[in-house]
């Protein structure tokens, strides 16, 4: 299975301010997800991330408050813009190898960035 | 529409088996995943099904039967540490839906 790490682990922010976490995998991908999970509460899709094209983000998320970035097969990063403490959250990034390796239809996830906004 | 139903709680004692049930709905289907997770982290892949049957793996055995949009995990000889969150998570066209879990109490 593939290797995730992101960074920060965690942090502790103020309101209107930005926190951009990054998704490293040890191995090519073709699709990372970014998802929220507040405590108690299932997992929520951001967005896709896709090489070589723009983030698809799900209904209330837009891109001027969640900017996705993907330069390549391996690396992504999620922006939480002018934070508010409803941000509070765990931020989780996924991957799912595709047609780059055997599992290529699981979806594997990184350990997650806990996010508290005073 | 899209949803899933998966019991809010279970209880079991260590050493016993236990089932847990999914009923799902998706626009499409591209397979049903289980996932663990303990409190705090991050989930965990279990299983995998995308063709009606049983698939076995060690201690746990998921099951699926897509004309009935239905799923089980089954966990054998349960332990402590099996405590944690299951979900259930079928994969639509696009993107994969997630219920908010099972939450599955072990007792010694």
């Known amino acids: 299975s593939a290797v995730i790490s992101q960074k920060p682990s965690r942090d502790i922010c103020q309101r209107g301010t930005s926190l951009t976490i990054q998704c490293q995998v040890d191995?090519?991908?073709?699709?990372m997800f970014w998802y929220r999970q507040q405590p108690g509460q299932s997992l929520t899709l951001i967005a896709t991330?896709?090489?070589?094209?723009?983030?698809?983000?799900e209904s209330g998320f837009v891109i001027d408050k969640f900017p996705i970035s993907r330069p390549n097969l391996t690396f992504s990063t999620l922006t939480v813009s002018n934070m508010s403490p409803e941000d509070s959250s765990i931020y989780l990034c996924s991957v799912e190898p595709g047609w780059l390796a055997v599992n290529q239809e699981t979806q594997y996830f990184g350990p997650g960035t806990r996010l508290l906004v005073l | 529409g899209q949803n899933i139903d998966q019991p809010t709680e279970m209880t079991a004692t260590e050493g016993a088996i236990v089932q847990i049930n999914c009923t799902y709905q998706t626009s499409g289907f591209n397979g049903l995943f289980w996932y663990q997770q303990h409190a705090g982290e991050a989930p965990t892949f279990l299983s995998y099904n995308v063709l009606d049957g049983l698939e076995e793996k060690g201690r746990f055995s998921s099951f699926l039967s897509r004309s009935k949009g239905y799923s089980y995990l089954l966990l054998k000889e349960l332990q402590m540490k099996d405590s944690a969150s299951y979900l259930c998570?079928?994969?639509?066209?696009?993107?994969?839906?997630f219920g908010t879990g099972t939450r599955l109490k072990v007792l010694a």
């Open positions: 191995s090519q991908v073709t699709m």
């Open positions: 991330a896709n090489q070589g094209s723009e983030a698809t983000y």
């Open positions: 998570a079928p994969k639509g066209t696009y993107k994969y839906i």
